[in-house]
């Protein structure tokens, strides 16, 4: 994700390879909607879309992201990288805040788009529903 860290071995990058991660924390989340989909190089409609598909009203569309709930804020950025390119996916506790209905809607676009994902998440049925393969840290 751009961050030095010490490794063994030798590390490959492709030139043009498109990573899209979500976060954990939502904390550094600020401003519109239109905004932050203009700073991040993304489709405000398709972005808007997204939202809508995972539970977003109209009205939801005009509150400051700082004003939003921890869920709304996890939404925007699930909304924001399946409106990117990419890749490879990279989404880190995906689920915090996030309501069944929402996560059977995640669950229901993965299953149906199949990106390439690594994702860390504590929901074991989650995991089962939709990795193909699974590490188990201890």
């Not at 203009?38 to 409609?45: A, F, L, R």
Request: glycine content about 4%.
């Amino acid at each position: 994700m751009g961050n030095e860290i010490q490794y063994n071995g030798e590390l490959k990058i492709a030139n043009d390879l498109k990573i899209s991660y979500v976060s954990q924390s939502t904390e550094d989340l600020k401003g519109n909607l239109k905004d932050f989909a203009q700073q991040n190089k993304i489709d405000e409609s398709i972005f808007k879309a997204m939202l809508s598909k995972i539970g977003f009203s109209k009205l939801d569309f005009d509150t400051d992201i700082e004003e939003m709930s921890e869920g709304q804020k996890k939404k925007v950025l699930i909304a924001k990288s399946i409106s990117e390119q990419a890749n490879i996916y990279i989404w880190d506790e995906p689920l915090n805040y996030i309501d069944i209905l929402t996560r059977i809607q995640i669950e229901e676009v993965i299953l149906k788009y199949k990106p390439t994902l690594i994702f860390v998440e504590h929901d074991e049925t989650f995991a089962q529903k939709v990795a193909t393969k699974t590490i188990k840290l201890q």
